[in-house]
């Protein structure tokens, strides 16, 4: 029970601005108000701007929660999760609940924020429609994609195009249906909006621009979309995106005043002055809000004003949007266009870099920025249109950025560092965190790291985009020359390179002597770092440390890949993708034997064993190394496949033996453990038949020579080698490739491909220690055949033939 001499203050809405409201009022008076919370989710508060991260698999459920249950509990706040408010009785001050939960109140805080617009569209009630607003949507969207295959999206806004993309990276074809001729119309541009469109058709999906949405087709469930020009698409899943409506129905049938929102003032109080409002639901001044800047300052003046500061006055801030799509940067705020002959358009346009850059001046003013491509300068921008300031002297070049425009106007006052930033400039849209606050925190708590500073403030804890402004206030308030390195985990407060340069000094040999000897925070590691140890520790003392296959993930444990029904792949190496008959009848005949449900061909050039449950791998295992197939270490984070086209034995094209090399590539470096998967490929010519050029490391033959090319990457994001040498032998390819894999292998941090390392390390980096430096590359190719001695045994053979780690493969007791 609540202690009877303090005020009730009943919040109707567990989301984001509801909650923020609470925190401020609780970090106000922390024992001002006995608090109750009605959630309509059977949920804790979570992040709703994060639900297209978990859609496309980059963040969990889990990791999306705002606050935990122990923090209802710790701050003595009594939640009903998945209990609707139904009513509000202002004549007695009570609220009264779907499970009859009446609570009286002294105050109450409506946050009932907002309902997705459905278009009466015929259709729109069958299965397979569902809107994108919380988190059973995205479950909703979740299951259906692991069954089907085609996904519409109405709606090409922020919201619809986050959805299209997370369902893209969920493996559906997806289509767009728009109504307006550009993309974001309302926060980019017609050319910014061209290049976005662009990009994301680049990457699989389709748009269907001018498009009225006519109906939803299907008889039982939804089976496509019909526009009114009568084009159609087919689609097993329907995502509505157009848009949301204040959700007012209790403040309406309870006789606030409503416009289209609940009307409020400038201190978020409604028409009765015992009731706020705060978020999607409201209108201030005529206007309703989406964006998530807003709500956190309607939450601060709610706050400050339940906590009895009569002063505190709302003001709508600037705006700004970006987008949430993975290797995509869209940035925009305040006018897209000018609106007068008075005002000056500055446009920059790379299309080399694929950059767009435009500003809206007015009266010496920024008025509006749009930027694709590159939106590094995105902050400082934000904070010249918010802040009004005066650019005549740097207007000549403020389409430079901040480091050239300040150096141009001579002013030495200004440094192109977060030192300059005002404290009230917000860093963490996501969870709208100011600079002044991060700093604040650092200095009061004593924070010293990154994972600190996002567990005391929430900064940069959510989409990360803010993550090196982040470092930057640390490093800056903690009086650090540079931004401090992300830690490991929570276990310590060093970085992955701190570690790994530990573990060589000291000599730490097991992970128990790296967390004695490094002050590890948790006696057992975590699940973060003990696979990282696992693989540093196998990397350093090769033939000396013990591999812990308890550190490892359920795919490396158990030796091929998991499959979403539980079962598992069996793939068998197949040198350079050569096979013969021989070993295609023994694959064949495992196939049968084990009653294996489907057999498929690999990009990879191998053959995989679909469908295999776990207590049935040794056996396959077994009757495949009889026939001298061993382990393809497609599960791993090791080297997968070396690719090959047929080269010159056989192909009229051909300039040397691909093949030949690819095999004795992947023998060379079979069974060898890197930071992340790793794949090869050898091409008979410049044609490039085997893709050598988005590989970590491919190889094109040439007329007396062969290219060597590094870095590649396929997949969602993808990119193209760079050119690292041209070798004159098959022996200096062998000789770069070793190089090559072990300098990956020492520096790059855990989960790192090379595509990224060699981004961070520079290929300038690369050559130096390679092509430039011969001892050392020897040396490298040295320590790397030293740790083949003790990788290539096969970890089939040693499960199916010697019993190891027989426990991992037995099917758990049944108990009556």
Sequence with gaps: MH?????????????????????????????????????????????????????????SAEEIAINAHSWYEENGLTLHAGDAVLSI???????????????????????????PLMPPLPGIELPGVVAFRQ????????????????????????????????????????????????????????????????????????????????????????????????????????????????????????????????????????????????????????????????????????????????????????LSTRLKITGIDVFSAGQLATQSDDDSELVLRDSGRGVYRKLILREGRLVGAVMYGDVAESGWYFELIRNHSDI?????????????????????????DVADLSDDTQICGCNGISKGAIAAAIKSKQLTTLNEVRAHTKASA?????????????????????????????????SHDAVRKEILTQKLKTQEMVFSALAWRSADGCAKCRPALNYYLLCAWPGEYVDD?????????LHANIQKDGTYSVIPRMWGGLTNPAELRAIAAAAEKHGVPAVKVTGGQRIDLLGVPKERLPAIWADLNA?????????????????????????????????????????????????????????????????????????VCVEGGYDIMVGGNGGIEVRVTDQLTRAVSEEEVMEFCAAFLQLYREEARYLERTAPWVERMGIAYVKKRLVD?????????????????????????????????????KSLAVVE
């Design 462 to 494: 959510s989409c990360g985009q803010c993550t090196s402004a982040v470092q930057a206030i640390l490093a800056h308030v903690t009086g650090a020359a540079a931004p401090l390195p992300e830690t490991m985990c929570g276990c310590t407060d060093l």
């Design 135 to 318: 988190m059973s949507d995205v479950q909703a969207m979740l299951e259906t994609a692991q069954t089907k295959r085609r996904a519409a999206v109405i709606g090409g806004g922020l919201l619809g195009l986050e959805a299209a993309w997370g369902l893209k990276r969920r493996g559906m074809d997806v289509a767009v249906a728009h109504l307006m001729p550009s993309l974001m119309e309302r926060q980019l541009d017609r050319e910014a909006a061209a290049l976005l469109q662009r990009e994301l058709t680049e990457r699989g999906l389709h748009f269907f621009m001018n498009a009225q949405s006519e109906e939803i087709l299907g008889e039982t469930r939804a089976e496509g979309l019909l526009f009114a020009d009568g084009r159609s698409v087919p689609a097993d899943l329907v995502v509505v995106a157009t848009g949301i409506r204040p959700n007012v129905a209790l403040a309406k049938a309870c006789g606030l005043d409503i416009n289209r929102g609940i009307a409020v003032g400038n201190g978020m109080e409604t028409s009765d002055p015992d009731i706020y409002a705060v978020g999607e639901c409201v209108e201030h001044g005529g206007q309703t809000f989406g964006l998530v800047a807003p709500l956190w300052e309607q939450a601060k003046v709610c706050a400050a004003r339940l906590a009895g500061d009569a002063t505190a006055s709302y003001t709508t801030p600037p």
């Design 773 to 809: 430096d011969a001892a050392g590359r020897k040396a490298l190719a040295g320590r790397f055949a030293h740790a083949q001695r003790y990788s290539q045994d096969d970890p089939w053979f040693e499960r199916a033939g010697r019993g190891a780690d027989a426990h991992e493969f």
């Design 549 to 557: 296959s308890r550190s490892r993930f359920v795919n490396e444990r």
């Design 3 to 59: 202690p009877p001499h303090r005020r009730r203050l009943v919040v109707i809405g567990n989301g984001m601005a509801g909650m923020r409201t609470v925190e401020e009022l609780l970090a106000r008076c922390p024992a001002g108000y006995a608090i109750t919370v009605f959630g309509d989710e059977p949920l804790v508060n979570y992040n709703r701007i994060m639900l297209s991260s978990v859609l496309a698999g980059d963040k």
């Design 627 to 699: 026939a001298g197939l061993v382990s393809g270490h497609a599960y791993g984070k090791s080297l997968r496949t070396v690719k090959t086209c047929v080269g010159s034995e056989w192909c009229r094209f051909g300039t040397q033996d691909s093949t030949g090399l690819g095999v004795k590539l992947e023998k060379m470096t079979w069974g060898s453990w890197t930071p992340h998967k790793f794949k090869m490929a050898v091409s008979g010519c410049p044609r490039n038949c085997a893709e050598a050029s988005i590989k970590d490391f491919g190889i």
């Design 392 to 416: 005549s002297p740097f207007r000549d070049r403020i389409l430079l950025g901040r480091a050239l425009s300040h150096a141009c106007a001579h002013d030495k006052d200004m440094e192109t």
């Design 89 to 115: 009785c202002r004549k007695t001050r009570t609220v009264t609940s779907a499970s009859g939960h009446t609570v009286p109140y002294d105050k109450l805080l409506i946050a009932t924020g907002s309902k």
